[in-house]
């Protein structure tokens, strides 16, 4: 899910303009008990003004190249559905894309 290959975003990806370190990402995969990251989402056309943040927990981390900046995780957004999501994510830029499956 790079950001150089083209996609048109469905109604469940969204364009992360803000998200966690690295430091942050370690700790929600590793510690004993269940912690959340938030990933600030960019608004989409015709939604009000602000920023959205959207709290997940992660369950897995992949390095995609040899940076050590791009990374590929994986794990379930925290709410009343509990969502699986998949993302693409630059520690260095703390910019990416994420896929949320449908309930």
Avoid: Q
Wanted: proline share 5%; aromatic share 8%; hydrophobic share 35%.
């Amino acid at each position: 899910m790079p950001s150089d290959k083209k996609k048109e975003l469905g109604e469940d990806d969204y364009k992360i303009n803000n998200g966690p370190s690295k430091f942050d990402l370690m700790m929600a995969l590793f510690s004993p008990v269940s912690l959340t990251v938030d990933f600030g989402l960019e608004r989409r056309a015709g939604e009000r003004r602000g920023r959205r943040a959207i709290p997940v927990h992660i369950t897995g981390l992949v390095r995609e190249d040899g940076s050590g900046e791009s990374w590929l995780i994986s794990g379930w957004v925290d709410g009343l559905c509990m969502r699986n999501f998949r993302a693409w994510f630059r520690t260095d830029r703390r910019t990416g894309l994420l896929s949320i499956e449908p309930c």
